[in-house]
């Protein structure tokens, strides 16, 4: 967090009303899981240049505010609303409960990690606390949204999912044609398109010949927004309100968050395809937990010393949780055989591996 | 008790298991007020409501991602391609998101996605194909293909009380063309990834499925006249493949034909093969060898359909030259 000094009062003022119904315990909460995805991110980067980390590591460094946001504004707890995740979204994925310990095992692919060692990073979900990890295949979430969606409808449970599109992302046939049956069928779905302004290293406009997103979804005949990505609490009061909407059985709203993706695609990538300055100037000018913290100082909402303690707390967590699986054994070679069916329930091991 | 198509058998198999499981629902094209393009989900609407039988846009991938997401919290969706070779629309989302949902996240993934296959009904390129092949290389997904009567229903009860994803292919030629009794109300179930003992016979082994399992039959029948004794398996699951059964056949006759209807390169005639010289190459007399399709697109014009599927006489010769070898 930026430190500053308190402005010397000489009249004590009173603090502006929070917005959209949050409470200060609300804010300190959507300022810890801020702080806990940029500080795992962190540590992750540690691991990864200690080849700890298997494979890509891949950062929403400057999503963080609107991927907190969004899912904060959900009702969260066992079977209650759901959202699944892009590799830019681990905030909405810790805001949903999963724990940084099976983020760094996933990366690490232990024994130990939710799916096994199988999967990549943020590619595990958990049904009951309601969150479900993408497939590589962008787009194709969506769909797989959209039906769990309609569960929620065709069962009259009052429960809305949300699904997040980057802007390369809705270039996909199944991102049109989910969010079409998605809109056809009314069913209670937020959609969150992340302008980040990179699909890997294409910019927008070699995407799309429009200027936004909600220009794309404007023939689907369902309500759009448009969002500053950074603004934390201004993305929280978008999505309440379009989860609220779908809640009552109003169909899907598409929400168009502006933000920036300040890495690379992964970790490896040179970024040398950003305009100079680009990357300085966002970070800057635009990080989102900088100016959620200005906000809630500037506006007495809290005070600096409680985001202090948060800080120190979230790395001691960080600290415990590393130490705690870091030496974590790989998955027994043969545990790779089980499980692609319930029945038969594991393939056959092939003849020569037991001559 | 009446004879029934085995396109009403589907029919009776999906309504029953509608009626006995609520979480059982429809979704596809012209599925609801039309009844489907065959005439399959006929009535279900009027029975179950507009809920459980849901007319949706042209968007098969869509329309497999949204089962997909309805089968990982509990329902068991039953998805109609109209055809069945519009489901290569779908191809990704079931090979790279269904497929490997339990694999690589745990996920339950119980749904069916079933539609008329097949050729003989001079569907031109586009409502003639045979998809297994396409879905058999991929773990994950099981594949059923009933070519009776009573398989039609008890494989589509099957497949809907299954654990894991099934692709249910039905063969238009049969769907009115074959005709049986069938217990009135019986729960008529055919366990998944068991072959059928069509034909019992002592000189050779046709292994096959779908629609050829009639033809098959019928060369059977011609080739009974010439005194040939000739053992007919309907494989009837084709993931999880039977392999038991087809090589109880194989050490039986020694001699082994694999007919399909789907084209030759890379169709489900070549693994069966390899799995026979794994498993039983010391019980054979001959070659194993193949009646397909030929590796063309699937053409309209009645003489070249007929020229390029496989045909009951092609059958008949091949069995004959498999014999004198």
């Given at each position: 967090m930026m430190s500053r000094t308190a402005p010397a009062a000489l009249t004590p003022r009173e603090a502006p009303p929070i917005p959209a119904g949050l409470t200060r315990g609300q804010l300190l909460e959507i300022y810890r899981y801020l702080r806990l995805t940029r500080t795992l991110e962190e540590r992750l980067v540690a691991l990864y240049r200690q080849s700890k980390v298997i494979g890509g590591l891949f950062r929403s460094l400057g999503q963080e505010g609107e991927s907190v946001a969004s899912a904060y504004a959900l009702e969260r707890g066992r079977h209650k609303d759901f959202l699944s995740p892009l590799i830019r979204n681990l905030g909405s994925m810790l805001v949903m409960g999963a724990s940084p310990i099976q983020i760094l095992r996933q990366y690490m692919a232990k024994a130990t990690s939710p799916s096994g060692g199988r999967e990549l990073n943020v590619h595990f979900g958990d049904l009951e606390l309601g969150y479900l990890g993408q497939i590589s295949h962008l787009g194709d979430m969506i769909p797989v949204l959209a039906g769990i969606a309609l569960t929620f409808k065709l069962r009259g449970e009052r429960r809305v999912a949300l699904v997040y599109i980057g802007d390369g992302g809705t270039s996909t046939g199944t991102f049109h044609e989910g969010l079409n049956l998605a809109a056809v069928q009314r069913v209670p779905l937020v959609v969150i398109g992340e302008y980040n302004h990179w699909a890997y290293s294409t910019p927008p406009e070699k995407q799309f010949a429009?200027?936004?997103l909600v220009d794309r979804v404007r023939g689907y005949g369902i309500p759009t927004s448009t969002v500053d990505g950074n603004d934390v609490l201004a993305v929280y009061a978008e999505t309440r309100g379009a989860a609220e909407r779908a809640r009552r059985g109003e169909g899907v709203q598409f929400i168009e968050v502006k933000t920036y993706r300040r890495t690379g695609h992964a970790e490896h990538d040179d970024q040398h395809y950003v305009p100079a300055g680009e990357l300085e100037r966002w970070a800057r000018d635009n990080d989102p937990i900088d100016r959620y913290v200005l906000r809630l100082l500037d506006n007495d909402w809290v005070q600096a010393r409680e985001l202090a303690d948060i800080d120190a707390r979230v790395r001691a967590e960080i600290d415990a949780a590393t130490d705690a699986c870091v030496d974590d054994p790989p998955p027994q070679p043969e545990s790779a055989l089980p499980g692609v069916y319930a029945d038969p329930p594991a393939a056959p091991l092939h003849w020569y591996r037991s001559l | 008790m009446a004879d029934v198509t085995y396109l009403e058998a589907l029919r009776e198999g999906l309504r029953e298991e509608m009626a006995r499981d609520e979480r059982v629902f429809i979704l596809g094209e012209d599925v609801g007020l039309y009844g489907g393009a065959f005439k399959v989900t006929e009535g279900l609407m009027e029975q179950f409501g507009e809920r459980r039988v849901i007319d949706t846009p042209i968007s098969e991938a869509a329309i497999v991602g949204a089962a997909a997401g309805a089968a990982h919290m509990g329902m068991r969706p039953v998805v109609e391609m109209q055809f069945i070779d519009f489901i290569s629309c779908a191809y990704d989302m079931l090979t790279n998101y269904v497929a490997t949902a339990r694999y690589r996240a745990g996920l339950s993934t119980p749904l069916v996605v079933r539609g008329p296959c097949g050729g003989y009904v001079r569907g031109g390129p586009f409502h003639s194909q045979n998809v297994e092949a396409a879905f058999f290389h991929t773990p994950g997904l099981k594949i059923v293909y009933p070519a009776t009567v009573a398989d039609a229903k008890g494989l589509i009860k099957s497949a809907i009380r299954d654990e894991d994803p099934v692709i249910y292919l039905e063969h238009k030629w049969l769907y009115r063309r074959v005709k049986a009794e069938l217990p009135d109300g019986a729960d008529v179930l055919t366990p998944i990834g068991e072959a059928r003992l069509a034909r019992e016979g002592r000189d050779l082994s046709i292994v096959t499925y779908g629609a050829t399992v009639w033809k098959a039959l019928e060369a059977a029948d011609q080739l009974a006249q010439d005194g040939m004794s000739v053992e007919v398996l309907d494989?009837?699951?084709?993931?999880?493949?039977d392999d038991a059964a087809i090589m109880r056949s194989v050490r039986k006759t020694s001699k082994v034909l694999i007919v399909h209807e789907d084209t030759r390169t890379g169709g489900i005639a070549g693994e069966i093969a390899a799995r026979i010289n794994e498993?039983?190459?010391?019980?054979?007399?001959?070659p194993i060898m193949r009646v397909t399709a030929h590796d063309v697109p699937l053409p309209y014009a009645p003489t070249l359909e007929d020229f390029v599927l496989p045909q009951t006489e092609d059958i008949v010769k091949a069995a004959r030259w498999l014999a004198k070898y």
């Open positions: 429009v200027r936004h | 494989l009837r699951t084709l993931v999880p493949m498993q039983a190459f010391e019980w054979l007399d001959s």
